[in-house]
């Protein structure tokens, strides 16, 4: 499995990127895709979710109203619409993917708190730079 973001760049506030993240070898039926992010000297951040069984979104309170995740099953490929980029979204972007064992079906808002270590594949992220 390998999963590859890309769609990073440099953009001025108020501007717009789409980032992509194509899965490869990925032959999960039930799963949540996230997207992280890290700015230099911080945690890694949740900042949104989306669950293949049925397409639920979550997102965290910084990103929410602005950035839109999505998926395009046919391609395994996740989106991350961002728009009204601030410079604080300045961060390395990244996804990851949790895979669903057994029967029950996570809530996604807590998918987004989870420590790193509990995602079963990563990217190797996309940088975003947001100037101001």
């Known amino acids: 499995v390998q999963l590859v973001e890309s769609g990073g760049g440099l953009v001025q506030a108020g501007g717009s990127l789409r980032l992509s993240c194509a899965a490869f070898e990925f032959r999960f039926d039930r799963y949540a895709i996230a997207w992280f992010r890290q700015a230099p000297g911080k945690e890694r951040e949740g900042i949104a979710v989306?669950?293949?069984?049925?397409?639920?979104?979550a997102y965290a309170d910084s990103v929410k109203g602005r950035f839109t995740i999505s998926s395009d099953r046919a391609k395994n490929t996740v989106f991350l619409q961002m728009n009204s980029l601030k410079p604080e979204d300045t961060a390395l972007y990244y996804c990851t993917a949790l895979i669903f064992l057994g029967a029950g079906t996570p809530n996604l808002p807590p998918i987004l708190s989870c420590h790193p270590a509990e995602f079963d594949y990563w990217g190797q992220g996309t940088q975003v730079t947001v100037s101001s």
């Open positions: 989306i669950r293949s069984t049925d397409g639920s979104t």
